[in-house]
């Protein structure tokens, strides 16, 4: 079961060397770093052109102390995931090309150039099929793929970077909270703020990450699951949770707060509102007040880590809102039952949505 390939790689991963499956317990993969075998590396130069990337061993990457993205925070990343499907070979990939273009919109706000679509799908496809042996059984997870762009180059005068690299590396994941698919509990934070109009709020730069983390380490450490945020002005709109978007559910209409430049456009997000609507939902995208949440039959959450998390309780100012009882809420369930058929291939892909490798 030890079996690898070595060194050098090709883009054609059926190598008989490779043992169908990695050797590692499949029924407690949580959302931690497995690292797998292979990570791809993009090199771009000093005229904003990518080189043609490779697979390299995954393994710790050199960089200057001074490159840009460790002195001013320059980088992206994006999340996606492939699902092997029930036949236990061929592995789906869910709506790559939204990512590409998710991080080609991210560069242009931090002043980055990035991989065309094209490079990026190709480098993301070559990746997971090295890494084959990492995506989990059928109903034991996904393969989450991390694509990084970031600058290295040297810099110390605040500028965009010289150079840039774009990295992708993989893990198997399992559920993203701890709870599971039981629903998580949330507060809503009423002092720290995760964008500003005209901020970054809108892309998946690194420092957006950064920035939640003081309000998630204190919301954790009493015991809520993670943070809602709300908007920084009138401290009454509802913008997203550290690691996904929010949804609420009144009287059958779903809604959620439309984007706006300080709101992730998840792909989940996206996805879910056209699964909604071909189901039959009313669906809105406006603003959602916090007394709105408050009033809600259902609350529920979308990432691609999260995939769809159902919100038991949500916490304001000391309130503390329960919804259901301690499941996923009549109409989440529906939803949830249909995106993950469709991104695992237990159902046919009307949407187009999935890439088969
Ligand atoms: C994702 O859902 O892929 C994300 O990027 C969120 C991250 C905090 C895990």
């Not at 002005?233 to 707060?257: A, Q």
Request: net charge neutral; proline share 5%; glycine share 10%.
């Amino acid at each position: 079961i030890s079996l690898t390939r070595c060194n050098a790689v090709s883009s054609n991963s059926s190598s008989t060397l490779v043992p169908e499956l990695a050797d590692i317990d499949w029924d407690t993969v949580g959302f931690g770093l497995k690292p797998a075998d292979y990570m791809y590396v993009m090199k771009c130069n000093i005229d904003g052109e990518f080189s043609k990337g490779e697979l390299q061993r995954f393994g710790n990457i050199e960089i200057s102390p001074s490159a840009g993205v460790l002195n001013y925070g320059q980088g992206l990343f994006e999340g996606l995931k492939a699902y092997r499907k029930k036949d236990g070979n061929n592995i789906l990939l869910f709506r790559p090309e939204e990512n590409a273009k998710r991080m080609r919109n991210g560069a242009e706000r931090m002043c980055m150039p990035a991989p065309t679509v094209e490079q990026f799908v190709e480098a993301v496809t070559e990746t997971v099929l090295a890494n084959k042996r990492w995506v989990p059984p059928p109903g034991k997870g996904s393969l989450y793929v991390r694509p990084l762009l970031m600058g290295t180059g040297a810099v110390l005068g605040l500028a965009p970077a010289p150079e840039y690299t774009f990295i992708i590396y993989v893990s198997p994941v399992g559920n993203y909270f701890k709870e599971g698919v039981a629903p998580i509990n949330l507060i809503v934070e009423n002092e720290f703020h995760r964008a500003t109009p005209g901020g970054t709020g809108g892309v998946k730069t690194i420092g957006n990450y950064a920035a939640v983390l003081k309000a998630q380490s204190i919301a954790k450490a009493k015991g809520y699951s993670d943070v809602l945020y709300l908007d920084c002005i009138y401290k009454r709109y509802l913008e997203e949770v550290s690691s996904c978007n929010i949804f609420i559910v009144k009287d059958n209409v779903i809604s959620t707060p439309e984007i706006k430049g300080t709101i992730l456009p998840g792909i989940t997000r996206k996805s879910m509102i056209d699964v909604a609507r071909t189901q039959g939902f009313q669906v809105e995208e406006r603003n959602v007040t916090v007394d709105e949440l408050l009033e809600a039959d259902e609350v529920f959450c979308t990432g691609t880590a999260v995939v769809v998390s159902p919100v038991g309780s949500v916490t304001y100012k000391g309130k503390r809102v329960s919804y259901g009882e301690g499941t996923f809420g009549t109409v989440s369930k529906q939803l949830y039952t249909v995106l993950t058929s469709l991104q695992m291939g237990l159902i046919e892909d009307n949407m187009k949505w999935t890439v088969n490798l």
